[in-house]
């Protein structure tokens, strides 16, 4: 949930760099996620293929979140 909202509160920022800002916050979100895939990994609470399908997505999430915060 932090992702989308960080991402909507830096859209309603004036200036590039609070934007920019915003959107790194959001990127490192993303990247605490990561942690909770592998952390999820190692108790073997989802089955593998629905695991490798959210890291699949996450990888996609913290490319688009790489490219705004340039």
Known sequence: ????LNIGE??????????LHGHA????EAMECGTIIDVVRL????PPDELNE????LIRIVSMLSKMCR
């Open 1 to 4: 949930m932090s992702i989308p």
């Open 10 to 19: 830096a859209s309603g920022k004036v200036s590039p760099a609070e934007r």
């Open 25 to 28: 916050i959001a990127r490192g």
């Open 43 to 46: 108790i073997d609470v989802i």
């Open 54 to 57: 959210g890291r699949q997505l």
